[in-house]
C-alpha cells in the first residue's frame, strides 16, 4: 500500500476539488471560489444537437482550461501526461504518488465505485493520492463523498473510457513556486480574460449570446421530450448540484468576487459583485421553474423561465462589461 498523507477536502466543483489538494500539497492553500475565479471558470453554453436526447445548460469552461488558465496565472509548473497504454497510464499515476505527491485525473465518472449517478461524463476530475493492491484513493466533491475509495478495475475503465470530452488517460501534476504572484495582479488579468470570452463569444450558443438563446428555446422544452417528468427535473438538478456550487456556479464566482473585493478596492468590481448576487438567485430560480414545468407539465412555468433567462442574460452583461474596465492598481489598494 501507498497512501499520502493530505488534506483530503472535497469541496463543490470537481475540478477546483483537485486543484485545491494539488495546491496544498504544494503549501498554498486558497478557497475554492478564488480558485475557480483565478482560472477564469465561468462561462456558458447552450448544447444541443439531432444525438442529443434533450438539451444541457453549462456554466463553466470546457473540462480542463480552468486547470490551464490557473497554472499560466499563478505561474505554476503543469505537467500533463496521455497515452493509449493503460500500463503507461498506470505508470504516470504511480510515479508522482511514490514520489510523495497526489496527481490529478480525468476520467469518466460513470465507471467509478462510488459515484451515485451513472451517467456518462467523461470530463470529471479527481485527485488521486494513495493506492494498493485492490483499491484506489481518490479526493472527489463533497456531494461524491470527499476522501472516497473505488477499484483498481473501475478506475481503469473510468480513465479508459471514450466519447464527448474524454482524454486519454489524463493525469497531471502541479509545481508551485514558493511565492505566487501579487493577488491583485492575478485577479485582474483573471477577470478581465473571463469577461472578454463572455462578452465577444464565437457563436450564438455560448457566453451572453447563449443565455439569450436559452430563453427563446426553453419556452419549447414541453415539445423537445418524450419524458418531460424525467429530462427537465434533471436539466435543473445539473443546474443546481451537479458540481456547480449551485446557480449554475454563479455561486462560485459571486463568491470569487466578494473575496476579490477584500484585496482591490475598485467600483467596476463592485457593480459586477452586486450583479453577480442577483444573477445567482435567478439562476436558483430558473432552475426550479423548469423542475416545476417537468413535474407539472406546465407551459407557463417554461415561459417564465425564458422570461428571467432573458433578464439573466442582460444582467450578466452589464457585470461582464463593468469587470471588463478593471486594471491593475498601481501599488497596493487603488
Not at 472578454?196 to 463569444?201: H, I, K, R, V
Not at 446557480?247 to 477584500?262: Q, W
Amino acid at each position: 500500500m501507498k497512501m499520502l498523507d493530505i488534506d483530503a477536502r472535497g469541496t463543490k466543483h470537481c475540478e477546483t476539488t483537485a486543484l485545491g489538494v494539488l495546491l496544498r500539497d504544494q503549501g498554498h492553500d486558497l478557497s475554492e471560489p478564488m480558485l475557480f475565479g483565478l482560472g477564469s471558470g465561468l462561462s456558458f453554453v447552450y448544447w444541443d444537437s439531432k444525438k442529443m436526447t434533450f438539451p444541457f445548460l453549462g456554466g463553466r469552461v470546457k473540462p480542463f482550461d480552468l486547470t490551464r488558465n490557473l497554472a499560466v496565472g499563478l505561474g505554476l509548473e503543469l505537467v500533463v501526461r496521455e497515452t493509449t497504454s493503460p500500463r503507461r497510464a498506470w505508470e504516470h499515476v504511480t510515479a508522482p504518488i511514490d514520489a510523495g505527491h497526489p496527481v490529478g485525473l480525468q476520467l469518466d465518472s460513470c465507471h467509478l465505485d462510488y459515484f451515485g449517478s451513472k451517467v456518462q461524463f467523461g470530463g470529471h476530475v479527481v485527485a488521486m493520492y494513495g493506492y494498493d493492491d485492490h483499491d484506489a484513493y481518490l479526493v472527489d466533491t463533497d456531494q461524491q463523498g470527499g476522501a472516497v475509495t473505488t477499484s483498481l478495475t473501475s478506475l481503469a475503465q473510468a480513465r479508459a473510457a471514450r466519447g464527448p470530452m474524454t482524454a486519454k488517460h489524463r493525469s497531471f501534476t502541479l509545481t508551485a513556486p514558493t511565492s505566487l504572484p501579487s493577488p491583485q495582479v492575478r485577479i485582474t488579468a483573471a477577470i478581465t480574460t473571463c469577461a472578454d470570452a463572455f462578452l465577444n463569444p464565437p457563436i450564438a450558443n455560448l457566453g451572453h449570446r447563449g443565455i439569450e438563446k436559452a430563453a427563446k428555446l426553453v419556452r419549447t422544452w414541453l415539445q423537445r421530450t418524450d419524458a418531460p417528468e424525467r429530462d427537465l427535473p434533471q436539466a435543473a438538478l445539473l443546474m443546481e448540484q451537479a458540481g456547480t456550487g449551485g446557480a449554475l456556479f454563479r455561486n462560485l464566482y459571486r463568491d470569487f468576487l466578494a473575496e476579490s473585493t477584500d484585496l482591490l478596492d475598485s467600483g467596476h468590481l463592485r457593480a459586477g459583485l452586486r450583479l453577480y448576487t442577483e444573477a445567482a438567485t435567478l439562476w436558483t430560480e430558473t432552475a426550479a421553474l423548469i423542475a416545476k414545468a417537468g413535474e407539472s407539465g406546465d407551459a407557463q412555468c417554461l415561459a417564465h423561465a425564458g422570461t428571467v433567462l432573458h433578464e439573466l442574460s442582460r444582467i450578466e452583461r452589464e457585470a461582464m462589461q463593468s469587470l471588463s474596465c478593471l486594471t491593475v492598481p498601481a501599488a497596493g489598494r487603488g
